[in-house]
């Protein structure tokens, strides 16, 4: 069938883009992976529509989207429950669903969580730089020609036809996350930590959080009690590599958990998310609370040990 036209963008939202599980690699050249902040539910929503887990879909952040289908293809919402809905139907999460031509998909608020994944049988055809279609917004390349969607925005398909077979599958509902406003992550401790006091420790560990308005793929930016350096050192460290769920002390003593859109920081870090939590941060925001709880590398390493995900 080759690559179709599938979707026209109605309304694009305040911010949709395509993203893939990201560009690897190139951070020695100061490109970060950019790609889907929730990959846990990015990489479901593939499998349900019958692609392989790291086809490009739409990141759709708070409030969604209207697009119109161009043909028949099959399509999954996973992720925030943006309360998504065909024509005036609601439309069931985290299960591939039929959408004739001329249907159209809209989302009526925002429910629980942040970011919603829309998946299309035959994934999205944009072209591949740097081995990713991930929208990167700051360098303006991926995705479509590196920015948000646009109405009249035409999503186009690879042979969408091929995956309808994969209509009803859904995931276990006992594997569903739910995404409450107060939120605990796991973290170890690190690298910097011993640049911190006892008690600025005891402080971080022991204290919510709140994600300010100022959050956005880069970083989650934290409101809280100052968590303070050690008296006797420098402002500011030799800017060094960091990865998603490091969370930086800047100079006003408020967290910032990194994200993928970023690949060096000049900031100490007090520690750093485990992987196994990096996909609640995408559902994570502005309002909603954080605790942190701390565990040691080999509890880390066990929650991600063998982990995988059946359709």
């Given at each position: 069938m080759g690559t179709v036209e599938a979707l026209e963008i109605l309304a694009p939202g305040p911010l949709t883009t395509v993203q893939d599980r990201g560009r690897f690699g190139f951070g020695q050249y100061g490109v970060p992976p950019s790609g889907a902040v929730d990959s846990?539910?990015?990489?479901?929503?593939?499998?349900?529509?019958?692609?392989?887990?790291?086809?490009?879909?739409?990141?759709?952040?708070?409030?969604?989207?209207?697009?119109?289908?161009?043909?028949?293809?099959?399509?999954?919402?996973?992720?925030?429950?943006?309360?998504?809905?065909?024509?005036?139907?609601?439309?069931?999460?985290?299960?591939?669903?039929?959408?004739?031509?001329?249907?159209?998909?809209?989302?009526?608020?925002?429910?629980?969580?942040?970011?919603?994944?829309?998946?299309?049988?035959?994934?999205?055809?944009?072209?591949?730089?740097?081995?990713?279609?991930?929208?990167?917004?700051?360098?303006?390349?991926?995705?479509?020609?590196?920015?948000s969607l646009r109405k009249g925005d035409i999503i186009s398909s690879d042979s969408p036809a091929r995956h309808l077979k994969a209509v009803g599958r859904s995931l276990d509902k006992a594997l569903i996350p739910s995404y409450p406003k107060n939120q605990t992550l796991r973290v170890i401790s690190g690298p910097q930590d011993d640049h911190f006091s006892a008690k600025a420790k005891e402080i971080f560990l022991g204290s919510p959080f709140q994600l300010t308005p100022q959050s956005d793929r880069t970083g989650i930016r934290l409101a809280g009690p100052h968590i303070e350096a050690k008296k006797n050192l420098d402002k500011s460290i030799i800017s060094e590599g960091v990865m998603p769920g490091t969370i930086q002390i800047p100079g006003d003593a408020q967290p910032i958990i990194i994200l993928g859109e970023t690949v060096t920081g000049g900031y100490r870090k007090v520690a750093t998310v485990i992987s196994a939590d990096l996909p609640l941060l995408g559902q994570l925001k502005p309002g909603d609370t954080v605790n942190f709880r701390k565990v040691s590398t080999d509890e880390a390493y066990k929650t991600v040990q063998g982990w995988s995900i059946n359709i």
């Amino acid at each position: 069938m080759g690559t179709v036209e599938a979707l026209e963008i109605l309304a694009p939202g305040p911010l949709t883009t395509v993203q893939d599980r990201g560009r690897f690699g190139f951070g020695q050249y100061g490109v970060p992976p950019s790609g889907a902040v929730d990959s846990f539910s990015f990489r479901v929503g593939n499998l349900l529509v019958g692609n392989k887990e790291d086809e490009a879909s739409l990141e759709i952040t708070i409030i969604g989207p209207k697009i119109v289908a161009l043909i028949d293809t099959l399509i999954a919402i996973t992720g925030a429950d943006l309360q998504p809905k065909v024509n005036k139907t609601p439309l069931e999460m985290w299960r591939s669903h039929f959408l004739k031509k001329g249907d159209v998909l809209s989302f009526k608020g925002p429910k629980s969580g942040c970011r919603a994944y829309l998946s299309i049988g035959g994934g999205i055809s944009v072209q591949t730089i740097m081995g990713s279609k991930s929208t990167n917004l700051a360098a303006q390349f991926g995705g479509l020609e590196g920015r948000s969607l646009r109405k009249g925005d035409i999503i186009s398909s690879d042979s969408p036809a091929r995956h309808l077979k994969a209509v009803g599958r859904s995931l276990d509902k006992a594997l569903i996350p739910s995404y409450p406003k107060n939120q605990t992550l796991r973290v170890i401790s690190g690298p910097q930590d011993d640049h911190f006091s006892a008690k600025a420790k005891e402080i971080f560990l022991g204290s919510p959080f709140q994600l300010t308005p100022q959050s956005d793929r880069t970083g989650i930016r934290l409101a809280g009690p100052h968590i303070e350096a050690k008296k006797n050192l420098d402002k500011s460290i030799i800017s060094e590599g960091v990865m998603p769920g490091t969370i930086q002390i800047p100079g006003d003593a408020q967290p910032i958990i990194i994200l993928g859109e970023t690949v060096t920081g000049g900031y100490r870090k007090v520690a750093t998310v485990i992987s196994a939590d990096l996909p609640l941060l995408g559902q994570l925001k502005p309002g909603d609370t954080v605790n942190f709880r701390k565990v040691s590398t080999d509890e880390a390493y066990k929650t991600v040990q063998g982990w995988s995900i059946n359709i």
